[in-house]
């Protein structure tokens, strides 16, 4: 399999930044994906990279290197509804996105 | 209205029996993807079919069967269920990769929560 690693759990403050680091193995590195799941939730799309460099998006922003097969989440100005899992997965060639087992983030006040 | 359905939400059974949980979408999407998700083990996927005569088996198929009716339905059927099948289900769609650069992003449904006594 594609070991897809990622902090269990992260707490931060409201307000704050957190980063949300995400580590695979590069072999048929074909993309890679954030979610975002509130508990008892379907995920929900947050951002896609495929090549290096950061992407942004509002608050959320991911950045990827793919010679590091390493990824990280960017969440800024925190906000209490913040407080979700963040999935990490990445498209192999020829196959269906493998996840990561997920951080699960906590804001508090 | 939903576009990716999952029915039923919630369903308790005993061992033994055989279940079905059926997945609709209205997204037009060829692809479609079941996962089931624990506490500690994230979303591991059981099966994925990339059109209507096309099925493949995932990570852990074992004691789990599909059926694709047609592009909008996609089943699951659990046919003699055992309790480490207590689980939550996702039913996910998508498209062939498309765009600059090229990207499939997987839509899922709203889950369907499994106990199995």
């Known amino acids: 399999g594609q070991n897809i690693d990622q902090p269990t759990e992260m707490t931060a403050t409201e307000g704050a930044i957190v980063q949300i680091n995400c580590t695979y193995q590069?072999?048929?590195?074909?993309?890679l994906f954030w979610y975002q799941q509130h508990a008892g939730e379907a995920p929900t799309f947050l951002s896609y990279?495929?090549?290096?460099g950061l992407e942004e998006k509002g608050r959320f922003s991911s950045f990827l290197s793919r010679s590091k097969g390493y990824s990280y989440l960017l969440l800024k100005e925190l906000q209490m509804k913040d407080s979700a899992s963040y999935l990490c997965?990445?498209?192999?060639?020829?196959?269906?996105?493998?996840f990561g087992k997920g951080t699960s983030l906590l804001v508090t006040p | 209205d939903a576009d990716v359905t999952q029915t039923p939400r919630n369903r308790i059974t005993k061992t033994g029996k055989r279940i079905m949980l059926e997945c609709s979408q209205t997204?037009?999407?060829?692809?479609m993807y079941w996962y089931r998700q624990d506490p500690g083990l994230g979303l591991r996927l059981i099966y994925y079919?990339?059109?209507?005569?096309?099925?493949n088996k995932g990570e852990i198929s074992d004691g789990y069967s599909v059926s694709r009716q047609a592009q909008a339905k996609f089943s699951l059927s659990l046919e003699s269920a055992i309790p480490n099948q207590t689980a939550l289900y996702f039913c996910?769609?998508?498209?062939?990769?498309?765009?600059?650069?090229?990207?499939?992003?997987?839509?899922f449904g709203p889950g369907t929560r499994l106990l199995v006594l």
């Open positions: 079919s990339f059109d209507v005569k096309d099925i």
């Open positions: 997965a990445v498209n192999y060639s020829g196959y269906a996105l493998n």
């Open positions: 997204k037009g999407h060829d692809r």
């Open positions: 990279n495929v090549l290096d």
């Open positions: 590069t072999s048929g590195f074909n993309g």
């Open positions: 996910a769609t998508s498209d062939p990769p498309s765009g600059l650069p090229l990207r499939e992003t997987q839509y």
